[in-house]
């Protein structure tokens, strides 16, 4: 099991940027493709970003490609979400995730799951 816990949130305007980071512990970080999801009120929750377990390969969704990054430091057992342009749509509570299923960028398991932390864009 991986523990994660997500830190870098706040209140910012639009236009701003802030960089999350999750920090991971317990079983080799090195093995598990990581995402950055958001939940906002009234939504559902929503995959922004993805990385494979050897930083090689990411994925955006649409909303958020072109303005967000997402990387990894397996030195440091970290994955960060580095979130430019911000607009009052990227409000919402940001968790990051460990896929379950080791080595693996087309099956999914979802099931490590960190505490959230909330990102507030004010207009």
């Known amino acids: 099991q991986v523990q994660l816990v997500e830190s870098g949130g706040g209140l910012v305007q639009t236009g701003d940027s802030l960089r999350l980071s999750c920090a991971a512990s317990g079983r080799a970080f090195s093995r598990n493709s990581m995402g950055w999801f958001r939940h906002a009120p009234g939504k559902e929750r929503e995959l922004v970003a993805r990385?494979?377990?050897?930083?090689?390969?990411?994925y955006y969704s649409d909303s958020v490609k072109g303005r967000f990054v997402i990387s990894r430091d397996s030195a440091k057992n970290t994955v960060y979400l580095q979130m430019n342009s911000l607009n009052s749509e990227d409000t919402a509570v940001y968790y990051c995730a460990a896929n379950a299923v080791p080595f693996s960028d087309s099956r999914f398991q979802w099931n490590n799951w960190g505490q959230g932390t909330q990102v507030t864009v004010s207009s």
């Open positions: 990385i494979t377990w050897n930083g090689v390969n990411t």
